[in-house]
């Protein structure tokens, strides 16, 4: 039962963590796409 938990657990941490990367690098490309635009105008 603990180990199920544990395990449970870790997927969501995982899940977590690459839900917070794929926001990170979404971010980072909206901004470099606003300062081209930018610069091109």
């Known amino acids: 039962m ?3 938990y ?3 657990r870790q997927t969501l941490e995982n899940r ?3 839900l917070h ?3 990170a ?3 980072f490309f909206s901004y470099i796409f ?3 635009n ?3 105008v």
Request: a positive charge; one cysteine or more.
């Open 2 to 4: 603990t180990f199920l």
């Open 34 to 36: 606003l300062i081209f």
């Open 6 to 8: 544990g395990k449970q």
């Open 16 to 18: 977590c963590k690459s």
């Open 21 to 23: 990367y794929n926001a």
């Open 38 to 40: 930018r610069n091109k």
């Open 25 to 27: 690098i979404s971010i």
